[in-house]
């Protein structure tokens, strides 16, 4: 299988797990999921937006190929969010009490989380580029 077809199969079996997963037992809305990156980490990941925040997935391919939860993220934990939007990616700052922050890199689908970001929390939202 050429490289491109089996990250997009990747992709395809975790989309399909982590709405499955938010179907059944989370019995919550999921608004989508897309591939991400974390900071200072070279992996990818998948974030499954939803409307009580941000979830975060790994493919875990060794033990069954299963999704893992790796980190969740509510809206209520931060104040804002500094956006940076660039050619090939967005970049997502949340900012939160006591200096607390956390950035989230979205490989695509930067404008569908800020529409999120805008509609199901009351984070102040700056864009800087």
């Known amino acids: 299988m050429a490289k491109g ?8 079996f975790a989309k399909e797990s982590i709405a499955r997963y ?6 919550e809305p999921l608004l989508f999921v897309s591939k991400a990156r974390l900071r200072k980490k070279f992996k990818t990941y998948y974030v499954a937006i939803h ?5 975060i997935f790994e493919c875990r391919m060794a033990f069954g190929d299963k999704v893992e939860i790796v980190e969740e993220k509510e809206w209520f934990l ?5 956006i940076d939007y ?13 200096g ?4 989230l890199t ?7 989380l800020q529409q999120a970001i805008e ?7 700056v864009v800087t580029s």
Request: glycine share 6%.
């Open 5 to 12: 077809n089996k990250k997009s199969c990747w992709f395809s």
């Open 51 to 55: 409307t009580k925040g941000i979830t």
């Open 106 to 112: 979205m490989k695509r689908k930067g404008k569908e």
């Open 119 to 125: 509609h199901h929390s009351s984070l102040e939202v």
């Open 78 to 82: 931060f104040n804002r969010v500094v």
């Open 100 to 103: 607390m922050e956390w950035e």
């Open 86 to 98: 660039y050619f090939m990616k967005s970049i997502f700052l949340f900012e939160g009490d006591e």
């Open 22 to 27: 938010f179907a059944e037992e989370r019995r």
